[in-house]
C-alpha cells in the first residue's frame, strides 16, 4: 500500500468487479447482442425441396463395388428465389461463435483499463504524481500485450486455412511492411517528429552512465542499432497482423455505405471513421501539422495558431476523438458483414448450374459463426491505438490541458535511482523490517527504471507505434477498396 495507495485498492476493485458484472453486464455482449443486430438463418433442407418447386430433386443412390449403397447429397438449381429470414442477435445465440468469449473479455477488459486510466488521471490532479506508482500505466499496457495477442490469434485462423492463400497474403504483406518500416525509420526528424532519435540517445547515456556507477565501463555503439532492428520486427508483425482487419473494413465500408443510402448524416460518418488514420498519419508529419499551425500564412504575415504544448495536447485529443468516432459505427460495419449473406444468395440467383443444399447452409451459416471474430477485427486496431496514444500521454509527460507544460527533460539525472537500486535493505529484525526492506526494493527497481526510460524514449516509442498503427490500416484499408471495387468479381 506504501507503493501504490489508493490507486491499488482501485485496480482490485475494478478486478473484481469485471469478474463478477461479467456475467449479468457486459459491454461487449451489449455491443452485439442488444437486438440492433440481426443475422440471416439458413434454410432447411424441406424449404430448400419445395422451393426447387417441379425440378424437386430426389436423392439418388449409387451402388458400390462391394454392395453398399450411399446417398448423393441433394442439389438444387442455383437461381431458385431463395429468401433468407432474419433474427436478431441475442446472447444465447451468441454463446455459440467462435471466440466470442475471447471478445467478450478482451473489450471488457479494454473498457475496464480505459476506466482505471481515467481514475489515476482525476487522482493525479489531487495528489503529488511523484510518490505513487501510475497503475493505470500497467493497465494500457496489458491491454497492448492483450490486443498484440488478440491480433496473432486471428492470424493463426489464416495461417491453417486448408486454401492457404490467406498464409501468402500475410506474408506478402508482412514482408512489404518490413521494407516500409525500414524506409520509414530513416526519414529524418523534421518530417516525421517521433523523437525516436532523442529517446534512444537519453537511453543509451543513462544505461552508460548506470553501468560506470556499478563499475563496468562499457560503451554501447549498438543499442540504437538493436533497438530499431527489433522494432522493424515488431512493425512487419503488426502489419501482418493488421492485413485481413484492413482488408475487412474495406469492404464493411463499402457495404455500409450502400445500406445508409438514404442516411447522408451516417455517411459522412462511415466516411470521417474510415479517413480516421489518414488524419492520424498528419499529425505526426511535421510540414503537413506543426509547421503550418506554427506559421499559418495570414496574407504576407504568418501567425502561430498553437504553441508546442498545445499542439501536442490538440494531437492527443484529436486521435482520442477519432477512436471514440470509429467506436460509434461499430454497428453499421457489423450490419454490413451480416449481409454478406443476402449478398451472397443475390449473386447465386444470377449463376447456373446447380448447388448442393448442404452448401448453401453451410456458406450462409459460416457468415454468422465468425461475426465475433470480425468483431476483434474491427475493435481490435481501435484499442491497440486508444491505449497507445494514453501511453503516450502518460509516459511521455504530456498534459490534456492546452497550457504550457514543462518540457520532458533530455537527461534526467540517474544516480539516486542507481543508488537506490544497489543499496542493500535493512537488516531483518521482524515482520515490519521485511516490509520496509521489500518496499525500499520495489521504489528502488522502479526508480532505476524510471531515471533509465525517460520520458523522452516513451515519446518517441508511443508516438511511433500509434502512427504505424494507422499507416498499416490505411495502406491495408486503401488496398482493400481497390480490390473490392474493382479486382473482386463482382
Known amino acids: 500500500m506504501a507503493v501504490m495507495g489508493v490507486q491499488l485498492v482501485v485496480s482490485l476493485l475494478t478486478a473484481s468487479l469485471m469478474q463478477r458484472l461479467a456475467p449479468h453486464y457486459s459491454f461487449a455482449r451489449w455491443l452485439l447482442c442488444n437486438g440492433s443486430l440481426y443475422r440471416y438463418k439458413h434454410p432447411s433442407e424441406e424449404e430448400l425441396r419445395v422451393l426447387a418447386g417441379k425440378q424437386k430433386p430426389r436423392a439418388k443412390k449409387e451402388r458400390r463395388l462391394n454392395g453398399v449403397s450411399e446417398e448423393k447429397p441433394l442439389s438444387v438449381p442455383r437461381d431458385i428465389s431463395l429468401h433468407l429470414e432474419t433474427s436478431p442477435i441475442t446472447a444465447v ?7 466470442f468469449l475471447e471478445y467478450q473479455w478482451f473489450v471488457d477488459f479494454a473498457l475496464y483499463a480505459s476506466g482505471v486510466f481515467l481514475f489515476t488521471e482525476g487522482y ?5 504524481r511523484a510518490k505513487e506508482v501510475n497503475i493505470g500505466v500497467l493497465w494500457c499496457l496489458l491491454t497492448v500485450v492483450f490486443s498484440v495477442k488478440v491480433f496473432f490469434m486471428v492470424m493463426r485462423l489464416y495461417f491453417r486455412s486448408e486454401e492457404g492463400g490467406e498464409r501468402s497474403v500475410c506474408l506478402t504483406f508482412a514482408f512489404l511492411f518490413l521494407l516500409l518500416a525500414m524506409v520509414v525509420l530513416v526519414v529524418r526528424e523534421d518530417i516525421l517528429e517521433f523523437g525516436l ?22 560503451s554501447i555503439p549498438i543499442t540504437k542499432l538493436t533497438f530499431k532492428l527489433g522494432l522493424v520486427a515488431l512493425c512487419s508483425f503488426l502489419g501482418g497482423c493488421l492485413t485481413f482487419p484492413g482488408l475487412r473494413l474495406a469492404q464493411t465500408h463499402l457495404d455500409a455505405l450502400k445500406m445508409a443510402a438514404d442516411r447522408p448524416s451516417l455517411q459522412v460518418l462511415l466516411h470521417a471513421s474510415f479517413l480516421a488514420p489518414v488524419l492520424v498519419l498528419c499529425l505526426w508529419i511535421k510540414p503537413i501539422a506543426r509547421d503550418f499551425l506554427h506559421h499559418a500564412p495570414m496574407g504576407k504575415t504568418a501567425i502561430q495558431l498553437l504553441s508546442d504544448s498545445a499542439f501536442d495536447s490538440a494531437r492527443l485529443w484529436t486521435v482520442v476523438a477519432l477512436c471514440l468516432l470509429r467506436l460509434a459505427v461499430t454497428r453499421p460495419h457489423l450490419q454490413a458483414y451480416l449481409c454478406l449473406a443476402e449478398r451472397w444468395v443475390e449473386q447465386l440467383k444470377k449463376e447456373a448450374g446447380r448447388i448442393t443444399t448442404l452448401e448453401i447452409q453451410r456458406r450462409i451459416a459460416r457468415i454468422y ?12 486496431p481501435i484499442i491497440l491505438t486508444l491505449h497507445c496514444t494514453l501511453l503516450l500521454k502518460t509516459l511521455g509527460g504530456y498534459s490534456w490541458g492546452l497550457g504550457a507544460v514543462p518540457p520532458a527533460p533530455s537527461l534526467p539525472a540517474t544516480a539516486p535511482a542507481a ?7 535493512p537488516e531483518e529484525d521482524g515482520e515490519e523490517d521485511d516490509v520496509q526492506a521489500t518496499v525500499e526494493q520495489i ?11 525517460t520520458p523522452l524514449f516513451f515519446r518517441g516509442l508511443f508516438a511511433f507505434l500509434t502512427w504505424w ?4 490500416q490505411v ?9 473490392h471495387q474493382y479486382l473482386a468479381v463482382s
Open 369 to 380: 459463426c465468425y461475426v465475433s471474430v470480425v468483431s476483434l477485427q474491427y475493435l481490435g
Open 197 to 218: 532519435e532523442a529517446g534512444l540517445a537519453s537511453v543509451t547515456r543513462n544505461l552508460e552512465a548506470l553501468l560506470k556507477q556499478r563499475g563496468w565501463e562499457w
Open 124 to 128: 493525479y490532479c489531487l495528489v503529488d
Open 93 to 99: 445465440d451468441a454463446l455459440v461463435l467462435r471466440y
Open 475 to 483: 495502406v491495408t484499408s486503401l488496398f482493400g477498396l481497390y480490390f
Open 469 to 472: 498503427t494507422a499507416a498499416c
Open 443 to 453: 521504489t528502488g527497481v522502479l526508480g532505476a527504471l524510471s531515471g533509465l526510460f
Open 419 to 425: 543508488g537506490r537500486l544497489s543499496s542493500s535493505p
